[in-house]
């Protein structure tokens, strides 16, 4: 960063009625601030090592082993279980009961007895009983072809085929990553303030990318010989994710205002540079360019879905023959590149966003640490109805402009399936359950809350008295002034809504890369492709994955 660059307060953020929109949560990307890249970070500046005390698989790969990590004084602890499964049982769904491999962090390193709780509990997932130094649940299948395939070329003396690798990217793919007190596991309040693992889904993470070692393992162990280190960089952790996922943009505002503020604030802080060095204008051209070969070799089996990374592909490279590095350089040649990648759609300028991020951790890594928020939204009882009535028209605009005299405006209802406890999706007139409806309908309640709401200096608690079914709808509306960001600005109930396109908002911020949606509904990723080994922490993580 070169001396005399404007102050941030230059440049403001973008407004959340543009970045909050489905059209633009469905296209983000993962970046610096990730969850998983942040992860790694803090891994090194603590000096963390990885240890394998317990190794116990046959010669077919079934057994156990143990991975424990050890940084800021605490040691955690990987517990893998591996079994046989038939080709008929293995599955991405979640009502499946049998999996190729199940997973618990573990608070410190077990002993046998620990052990011998987790063997019988943890393979059984759902159905087995965890207790409070149990931190994360997880299990995963194989994915088969490049698994057996891997293991075969190993077994014959060569390298696996580059090409097999970069089409999949993982070994192994994740159905589940359980945590924060589901089926008896540790509340994350338990351990949400130890050095490493404050932030967001950190303990998730640092599950995921165990297990990632594991499965390089286990495919060694079967093969026979290591894996080239540049190709067991890119072999990931798939994960299978569906609706169960969707509703967390919603229920959880406050979260979902910090993460976005920090990735606005980002932004804002590199776009308002008014000149940068060589080496971040050389960065960028090399990351522009890996970006290029990312979307070359992102390939989908879904015809649109593969037709808007084309697209993108396409625009990208447009888009980068338009400027040089002289263009960076010059002064506000950041704030002219963006203005280019805008131009180019909302995918495009999502994806630069992205970019733009990679060279400059020095100006925004510290705001990481603001992505964790315990707060909570609060009621303004005194607040009075004419008030709270402006609030609304001022940050709710885009919910009062829904008709939901309309049935189209009402087709979907979300609800609670009683079999698994799992967020499911239906059409109101043709699937039944529509009167335990999940209250994830803001704009509805915002439109209600409007309509009812006196236009009177009478105090908000006077009429929440008399009407009390509009109490959450009136603190999610008090919350928008001062946590703007924390509203998905859509109607979710709406025909058109389509539950990837948060699907995808989340993932961006965990780090997912090669979205490989399946349907409207669920979607295949991979995490962790790219990042050190568990033998190189420190080194440096890619933006994008390549090889």
Not at 253 to 282: C, H, K, N, Q, Y
Not at 356 to 385: K, N, V
Not at 476 to 504: F, K, S, T, W
Request: aromatic content about 8%; some cysteine; hydrophobic content about 45%.
């Amino acid at each position: 960063m070169m001396d005399g660059a404007p102050s941030f307060s230059e440049l403001a953020l973008r407004p959340p009625g543009e970045v909050m929109r489905l059209e633009r949560l469905g296209v983000m990307q993962p970046t610096r601030l990730s969850f998983l890249r942040v992860l790694m970070r803090k891994l090194s500046e603590m000096n963390a090592t990885v240890t394998r005390p317990l190794w116990e698989m046959s010669d077919k790969g079934h057994g156990r082993a143990v991975y424990t990590i050890r940084f800021a004084g605490r040691a955690y602890s990987l517990v893998a279980f591996s079994q046989a499964l038939a080709d008929e049982e293995r599955t991405d769904r979640v009502i499946a009961t049998k999996w190729d491999a199940a997973f618990v962090l573990f608070d410190g390193v077990p002993d046998d007895a620990d052990l011998a709780r987790l063997a019988h509990n943890v393979p059984l997932q759902e159905a087995g009983r965890l207790g409070p130094r149990d931190l994360v649940l997880s299990r995963a299948n194989k994915s088969v072809r490049l698994f057996e395939h891997v293991v075969q070329a190993l077994r014959a003396g060569r390298q696996p085929d580059k090409q097999m690798i970069r089409d999949t990217g993982y070994l192994m793919r994740t159905t589940a990553v359980y945590g924060n007190g589901k089926f008896g596991l540790a509340d994350r309040e338990t351990f949400a303030k130890r050095d490493g693992l404050t932030g967001p889904f950190a303990a998730e993470m640092l599950t995921v990318w165990l297990i990632r070692a594991f499965t390089h393992d286990l495919a060694e162990h079967l093969g026979g010989a290591p894996i080239d280190r540049a190709l067991k960089r890119h072999l990931g952790i798939g994960n299978a994710t569906g609706l169960g996922m969707a509703p967390f943009l919603v229920s959880h505002p406050m979260l979902v205002d910090a993460w976005f503020r920090v990735r606005e604030t980002a932004l804002a802080r590199v776009l308002a540079l008014g000149e940068i060095s060589e080496e971040e204008a050389e960065a960028l051209m090399k990351s522009a360019s890996e970006a290029g070969k990312y979307l070359s070799s992102w390939r989908v089996s879904e015809t649109d879905a593969q037709a808007e990374i084309d697209a993108l592909a396409g625009a990208w490279s447009e888009f980068r023959a338009g400027f040089t590095k002289a263009a960076l350089l010059s002064p506000g040649g950041l704030r002219r590149v963006f203005a280019k990648a805008k131009a180019h759609g909302t995918a495009l300028e999502e994806l630069a966003a992205a970019w733009l991020l990679e060279p400059f951790g020095a100006l925004i890594d510290d705001l990481a640490e603001a992505q964790a928020t315990d707060a909570t939204p609060e009621l303004d009882a005194a607040m009075t109805c004419r008030a709270l009535k402006a609030l609304i028209e001022e940050n709710c605009a885009w919910a009062l402009e829904c008709d939901f005299e309309s049935p189209e405006a009402q087709a979907q209802f979300w609800y609670v399936s009683e079999e698994k406890l799992e967020p499911r999706l239906g059409l109101r007139g043709r699937d039944a359950g529509c009167e335990r409806e999940t209250p994830l309908d803001s704009a509805r309640q915002f439109n209600a809350l409007h309509e009812a709401l006196p236009a009177a200096e009478t105090p908000l608690w006077r009429f929440l008295a008399e009407h009390p079914e509009h109490r959450a709808a009136a603190r999610r509306a008090q919350m928008l002034a001062h946590h703007p960001y924390a509203e998905v600005r859509a109607n979710l109930l709406a025909q058109e809504a389509a539950p990837i396109q948060l699907l995808r908002a989340k993932l961006s911020f965990f780090g997912a890369t090669r979205f490989d949606p399946k349907s409207r509904l669920w979607t295949r990723v991979t995490l962790a492709q790219g990042l050190p080994l568990h033998d190189e922490i420190g080194r440096e993580s890619p933006w994008l994955p390549v090889i």
